[in-house]
């Protein structure tokens, strides 16, 4: 059985790029022109975009450059620990809703000075793992859509992350007692 679908996953991309063209073919679709078409719309897309990832990615440079990360950090150290949340995790708690590449970064450093197999190690993996980028998806989604007012998107993503990160540390505490 291992080797079927070992032999399907090898062969599904390339039958995909052949058969969905073939197919939009045979059914009459112009295949090159509407590639040309989707292409250009998602070139708009991504200019649409551009002002909105700007701004999130300075507004997350200045509040880590400003030392305001830092004091948020300090202030809400002890009420974590008494939570059971490692203030060493505070970090990466923090920037996951706002870049997916920054709490890697966190995460390869946590990896780095703890090791993989700490206790840090898993539960910044099982973080990674449980939440989303919730700020930059709606950055991303909603300026690609013209979207200005969020409304209850910020509040659900938030309380989804809260969720990931509870979620993430009761699993990590009963999986990989330290």
Same mark, same amino acid.
Request: aromatic share 12%; hydrophobic share 55%.
């Given at each position: 059985?291992?080797? #079927?679908?070992?032999?399907?996953? +090898?062969?599904?991309?390339?039958?995909?790029?052949? &058969?969905?063209?073939?197919?939009?073919? &045979?059914?009459?679709?112009? #295949?090159?022109? @509407?590639?040309?078409? $989707?292409?250009?719309?998602?070139?708009?897309?991504?200019? +649409?975009?551009?002002?909105?990832?700007?701004?999130?990615?300075?507004?997350?440079?200045?509040?880590?450059?400003?030392?305001?990360?830092?004091?948020?950090?300090?202030?809400?150290?002890?009420?974590?620990?008494?939570?059971?949340?490692?203030?060493?995790?505070?970090?990466?708690? &923090? #920037?996951?809703?706002?870049?997916?590449?920054?709490?890697?970064?966190?995460? /390869?450093?946590? &990896?780095?000075?703890?090791?993989?197999?700490?206790?840090? $190690?898993?539960?910044?993996?099982?973080?990674?793992?449980?939440?989303?980028?919730?700020?930059?998806?709606?950055?991303?989604?909603?300026? /690609?859509?013209?979207?200005?007012?969020?409304?209850?998107?910020?509040?659900?993503?938030?309380?989804?992350?809260?969720?990931?990160?509870?979620? @993430?540390?009761?699993?990590? +505490?009963?999986?990989?007692?330290?």
């Amino acid at each position: 059985m291992a080797e #079927v679908i070992d032999a399907a996953s +090898r062969w599904a991309m390339p039958l995909m790029f052949f &058969l969905i063209p073939l197919v939009a073919y &045979l059914r009459g679709v112009k #295949v090159y022109e @509407a590639f040309i078409e $989707g292409a250009e719309q998602g070139f708009a897309t991504a200019v +649409r975009m551009i002002p909105f990832l700007v701004a999130i990615f300075a507004a997350m440079g200045m509040f880590r450059g400003s030392g305001a990360m830092d004091l948020l950090m300090r202030l809400v150290a002890a009420p974590a620990r008494w939570l059971g949340v490692p203030p060493e995790v505070l970090p990466l708690m &923090l #920037v996951r809703p706002l870049s997916g590449s920054a709490a890697l970064g966190m995460l /390869s450093d946590l &990896l780095r000075v703890y090791g993989p197999d700490s206790y840090l $190690g898993w539960l910044g993996s099982t973080i990674q793992g449980s939440t989303d980028t919730t700020f930059y998806i709606l950055s991303v989604y909603y300026g /690609s859509v013209g979207v200005r007012n969020p409304r209850h998107s910020v509040l659900a993503g938030i309380i989804g992350d809260l969720a990931g990160f509870a979620g @993430a540390v009761l699993a990590t +505490r009963l999986l990989f007692p330290h």
